[in-house]
């Protein structure tokens, strides 16, 4: 069974702050890897998707990577800002339309 | 299109009592996901459906949890009966996770006293 751990479970930082959200799991043998975000009482919105075979992918100023091999992610936010403060999860997927197993998240808040 | 439609957003009940939690997916969307997320566990997949037929439902936790797709217009979640360990916030999705399309809607919120 996946299991998929989010380091950390909460982090604050300043405006302008470049950071890194961390997402690890146990079974490398995945499809692809997505990174979600969900604001307070919202459902989740799709940020960015890896492809097994990407080593990186960027959209504006996210960058996720993605490690398979050694069942690593990291989501990487340049220039943090307030609104970028949310719960972010990871959620690899492992082939089959039940098999998309979400992180617990990390709570990002992105103080001025 | 107006995205996925979930209702009640709020429910509060009483242990014992019946809920039915509704979804109005995305048309033209062939998969449909229910999940559960807690503090706890954090969102796990209950059921899906493709074409409106239930294909795994393993993650159902109890008989007193049930799902129905009648047309692909609508879905509901029903617990019968409800208990305190059901609160929860209740999601509705539609897309292909695997596409990277997976578009969820803004929650069911139920709280069972």
């Known amino acids: 069974k996946q299991e998929v751990t989010q380091i950390p479970a909460a982090l604050s930082v300043p405006e302008g702050e470049n950071l890194v959200l961390n997402c690890s799991f146990t079974d490398s043998a995945i499809y692809n890897l997505q990174w979600f975000r969900q604001d307070p009482g919202k459902g989740l919105t799709s940020l960015l998707l890896i492809q097994s075979s990407q080593r990186e992918q960027t959209s504006g100023r996210l960058n996720a990577s993605l490690d398979k091999s050694s069942g690593r992610s990291t989501l990487y936010i340049a220039a943090s800002q307030p609104g970028d403060s949310a719960t972010y999860l990871c959620?690899?997927?492992?082939?089959?339309?039940?098999?998309?197993?979400f992180g617990t998240g990390t709570r990002l808040q992105v103080t001025l | 299109d107006a995205g996925v439609i979930q209702s009640p957003r709020h429910e509060v009940t009483e242990m014992g009592q019946e809920v039915t939690l509704r979804c109005k997916p995305i048309?033209?969307?062939?998969?449909l996901f229910w999940y559960r997320q807690t503090m706890m566990r954090g969102l796990e997949l209950l059921i899906y459906f493709n074409n409106n037929v239930p294909i795994d439902d393993s993650g159902m936790p109890e008989d007193r949890f049930s799902a129905k797709m009648p047309n692909a217009s609508f879905s509901t979640l029903k617990i019968q009966p409800s208990e305190p360990r059901d609160s929860a916030v209740y999601f509705c999705a539609t897309g292909l996770p695997g596409a990277g399309e997976l578009f969820f809607g803004e929650g069911s919120r139920l709280t069972v006293l």
């Open positions: 048309s033209g969307h062939d998969y």
């Open positions: 959620a690899p997927y492992t082939g089959t339309a039940s098999k998309l197993t």
